[in-house]
């Protein structure tokens, strides 16, 4: 049976039901039972869970190596209606094994069964019966799904889910409560925006700031919800507000207790004449300085410690008063707002600790800095008590006079670690 054309069956199921004997392959069906002219050829898994199952769609991914990146997204997809318009190939092609990236036309998978299976080689796979929710159907609602595989460890899978939602922006998905709270599977087909979940343990990374939707507060918000996070790129969103204005940003989750969002990375315009007055910080953020400061300013967040950017200045107080300054030529150190804030751009007293020493052996360092002054000269400074005889940090913009000191012995001069690779540092903010 189902051999040829004019012996089609209605589904895979009919099949193993008229000859149980029937092993897993390629045969005819025709699912509106009808003349068998439309009938085409189809592929039968006839041996899991009970078999009789018919093959309606086989994908791969776009970026696999880096799954959670928004490039990554299913492919191809069935011509399902998804709430928007995904931008990955549409196929209406019966797929002919599990790895003949194909489907078939959507509106057929109704007739052939209301009951589906779901395999993948890297999520648990799922039986799942319709509720009140069905995929075939395009139903919001509940699902009554059993996993009947496990890929991923047990001890550590979440139980299989309870609800189908069809209008998840680019895809349908599988979840149990919240729908970015506990996805398990996502079947995203746009590659501008989000990724495809396929997550056993309904964890962490879709609902912590790894989607615009998903931004947390600061990365301090995400890490005290979710405190295996990471040191990465999440989504925040410093106002709490609709997310629409939610940006990218790097979190450090791990220096000093973590939570910090990185707002700035820099270099230098001449690092190897450093007291030159051609050298100064690149790029600036767009603090309020001198109209003589020339280098140029950024507002595009940094993804990275060595992508050097500057969040908005109007947003860093927003997203925490404590600062953390990294260097790789110069001591870290984290400051507490006193008097004084950098964020606050207010002159005045700042508690601050050296957290790591970077120091050359011949340079014998000071306290860390007590002060800060935003508008003394051509940036801020941090300095212990005189500004510009004493100054650890001074982030100087301007090409024309003046060079960045960066002193772990506070005292203003060129003792900043010498012959580093790419010399850079950064300021990350935390609440």
């Known amino acids: 049976p189902a051999s040829y054309q004019h012996s089609a069956v209605t589904s895979c199921q009919t099949l193993l039901k008229q000859s149980p004997a029937t092993s897993t392959g390629v045969y005819w069906i025709d699912p509106d039972g009808g003349s068998k002219a439309n009938a085409f050829k189809a592929y039968?898994?006839?041996?899991?869970?009970?078999?009789?199952?018919?093959?309606?769609?086989?994908?791969?991914?776009?970026?696999?190596?880096?799954?959670?990146?928004?490039?990554?997204?299913?492919?191809?997809?069935?011509?399902?209606?998804?709430?928007?318009?995904?931008?990955?190939?549409?196929?209406?092609?019966?797929?002919?094994?599990?790895?003949?990236?194909?489907?078939?036309?959507?509106?057929?998978?109704?007739?052939?069964?209301?009951?589906?299976?779901?395999?993948?080689?890297?999520?648990?796979?799922?039986?799942?019966?319709?509720?009140?929710?069905?995929?075939?159907?395009?139903?919001?609602?509940?699902?009554?799904?059993?996993?009947?595989k496990y890929v991923a460890d047990p001890g550590e899978s979440a139980s299989a889910p309870s609800k189908f939602s069809p209008y998840i922006n680019y895809g349908p998905m599988f979840h149990s409560s919240g729908r970015w709270d506990s996805s398990f599977y996502y079947f995203n087909g746009y590659t501008g925006k989000y990724w495809?979940?396929?997550?056993?343990?309904?964890?962490?990374?879709?609902?912590?700031?790894?989607?615009?939707?998903?931004?947390?507060?600061?990365?301090?918000?995400?890490?005290?919800?979710?405190?295996?996070?990471?040191?990465?790129?999440y989504w925040i969103d410093p106002d709490g507000g609709s997310q629409a204005n939610a940006f990218k940003a790097y979190c450090d989750m791990e220096t000093d207790?973590?939570?910090?969002?990185?707002?700035?990375?820099?270099?230098?315009?001449?690092?190897?004449?450093?007291?030159?007055?051609?050298?100064a910080i690149t790029p600036r953020p767009n603090w309020p300085v001198r109209p003589e400061v020339d280098v140029p300013i950024s507002t595009t967040p940094p993804s990275n410690e060595t992508d050097y950017n500057a969040i908005n200045f109007s947003l860093w107080k927003q997203l925490g008063r404590q600062v953390l300054i990294k260097s790789n030529v110069n001591n870290w150190l984290v400051c507490h707002s006193g008097n004084g804030s950098l964020v606050d751009?207010?002159?005045?007293?700042?508690?601050c600790k050296i957290i790591k020493l970077v120091i050359d052996s011949s340079i014998s360092f000071s306290s860390a800095p007590s002060e800060f002054s935003p508008n003394r000269a051509y940036g801020p400074l941090f300095f212990l008590s005189t500004p510009l005889g004493s100054t650890s940090y001074y982030f100087d913009g301007f090409t024309g006079n003046h060079w960045p000191t960066h002193d772990p012995s506070g005292s203003n001069r060129p003792n900043q670690k010498k012959n580093v690779v790419n010399p850079n540092g950064n300021i990350f903010v935390r609440p």
């Open 44 to 148: 039968c898994d006839m041996d899991t869970n009970g078999g009789g199952w018919t093959l309606v769609w086989s994908y791969s991914f776009t970026n696999y190596s880096h799954f959670n990146d928004d490039s990554n997204a299913i492919t191809p997809r069935p011509n399902w209606p998804a709430k928007y318009e995904g931008n990955v190939p549409i196929s209406t092609i019966s797929p002919l094994n599990e790895t003949d990236y194909n489907a078939m036309n959507f509106s057929l998978w109704k007739t052939l069964g209301r009951q589906f299976l779901i395999k993948s080689n890297i999520n648990n796979w799922l039986m799942c019966q319709p509720v009140t929710g069905s995929l075939v159907d395009w139903q919001k609602g509940d699902v009554n799904c059993t996993i009947t």
């Open 345 to 351: 751009w207010q002159e005045g007293d700042v508690n």
């Open 257 to 279: 207790g973590g939570g910090w969002t990185l707002v700035w990375s820099y270099s230098f315009t001449n690092y190897s004449h450093f007291t030159s007055k051609s050298n």
């Open 196 to 233: 495809p979940t396929h997550d056993p343990c309904q964890s962490i990374p879709l609902h912590s700031g790894s989607t615009q939707h998903s931004a947390g507060h600061s990365c301090l918000t995400l890490l005290s919800k979710y405190p295996t996070l990471m040191s990465g790129v």
